[in-house]
C-alpha cells in the first residue's frame, strides 16, 4: 500500500463510495476497535455498470497512451483502470528514472504525472527532465495536496491541468480530453 500519512486511504475509499452511490458506517469500541462497513446499492441489470454519463462518454479516447508516472501502487493501479475505461493505453510506472527510460523507448501522447515521487527526483524535475529531450510532451500534473508553487511552476512549463487526488472519473476524463486536444 502506499505512504503512512498522506492522508489519502479514506479520501479515495470516500470518493468511491460516493462515485457508486453507497455510504459508509463507522463504528468504534473503546478496546475491540473500530469497523469500517461499505455498502453499494445492487442491481439486476447486467451493463448497469458499464454505462457513462453523457459528460464522460464525450471525453473518451481513441487508443492514446497515457504514461501514469505515481509512486504508489495503488493510485496507478487505479488510474490505469479509469484510463483504460475511457479507451486509452495506460502504462503506468513507479519513479522518475523508470519514466525517463519508458519514454525514451516508447513515446507517450500524455503524462499523468504525480508531483511526489522519488527523495532525488520529484515531478517537477522529472518534467523538466522531460521536456529537455521531449520540448512538446503534454502533461497533466496530479497530487494529494493542495495547488503548490511547484505544481505552478509545473504548469508555466506547459503542463496543461492539475488535478487533486483523488479524482473521480469524469474530472480525469475531461483534464485528458482537453490536454490531448491543446
Avoid at 510506472?93 to 507517450?108: K, R, S
Wanted: net charge negative; aromatic share 4%.
Amino acid at each position: 500500500m502506499g505512504r503512512s500519512g498522506t492522508g489519502l486511504g479514506m479520501a479515495i475509499v470516500w470518493a468511491t463510495v460516493q462515485d457508486h452511490k453507497g455510504f459508509i458506517e463507522v463504528s468504534s469500541e473503546l478496546g475491540a476497535g473500530t469497523t469500517i462497513d461499505l455498502f453499494f446499492p445492487a442491481t439486476d441489470e447486467i451493463r448497469a455498470s458499464q454505462t457513462v454519463s453523457p459528460q464522460v462518454e464525450n471525453s473518451l479516447g481513441h487508443g492514446e497512451c497515457i504514461l501514469i508516472v505515481d509512486d504508489e501502487a495503488d493510485h496507478r493501479e487505479i488510474a490505469t483502470k479509469m484510463l483504460t475505461r475511457l479507451g486509452y493505453q495506460a502504462v503506468a510506472v513507479a519513479d522518475a528514472h523508470a519514466a525517463l527510460v519508458q519514454l525514451q523507448q516508447h513515446p507517450a501522447d500524455l503524462l499523468l504525472l504525480d508531483m511526489v515521487l522519488d527523495a532525488d527526483m520529484d515531478g517537477l524535475a522529472l518534467y523538466r527532465r522531460i521536456l529537455a529531450i521531449r520540448p512538446n510532451q503534454k502533461a497533466i500534473i496530479v497530487s494529494g495536496f493542495s495547488e503548490t508553487h511547484r505544481v505552478k511552476q509545473a504548469l508555466e512549463l506547459g503542463a496543461g491541468v492539475y488535478i487533486k487526488k483523488p479524482y473521480a472519473l469524469k474530472d480525469i476524463a475531461a483534464a485528458v480530453c482537453h490536454s490531448l486536444r491543446s
